[in-house]
Nanobody, 124 residues
Framework: QVQLVESGGGLVQAGGSLRLSCAAS????????LGWFRQAPGKEREFVAA????????SHADFVKGRFTISRDNAKTTVYLQMNSLKPEDTAVYYC?????????????????WGQGTQVTVSS
């Protein structure tokens, strides 16, 4: 019902920057917010940031505050994750996800549509 396609991942040196994009299509009006999660090998999928389609509310995980910023375009079709001051521990597959709840969720269970993921690798 909702298709999410991530792009922008790649290899970057520590301290560098990367911008991830999430293009949404399908029945996106049924989704109230978009979030970014990441998962490293052997670790649980963790919340990174989320934004309502209206842009009125945003949330960022504590470990990325001051470094990562979530945003959306004016057409409300694409959500971005600007990642600055990248660290090796940021290395993971980053997923875009959509949720339909009335409030932003920071939990995996709060999202019902997921993209395929994009690999981000930060070298030291």
């Amino acid at each position: 019902q909702v298709q999410l396609v991530e792009s922008g991942g790649g290899l970057v040196q520590a301290g560098g920057s990367l911008r991830l994009s999430c293009a949404a299509s399908g029945r996106t009006l049924n989704s109230n917010y978009l979030g970014w999660f990441r998962q490293a090998p052997g670790k649980e999928r963790e919340f990174v940031a989320a934004i309502t389609w209206s842009g009125s509310f945003r949330s960022h995980a504590d470990f990325v505050k001051g470094r990562f910023t979530i945003s959306r375009d004016n057409a409300k079709t694409t959500v971005y994750l600007q990642m600055n001051s990248l660290k090796p521990e940021d290395t993971a597959v980053y997923y875009c996800a959509a949720g339909a709840g009335p409030l932003l969720s920071t939990a995996v269970a709060g999202y019902n549509y997921w993209g395929q993921g994009t690999q981000v690798t930060v070298s030291s």
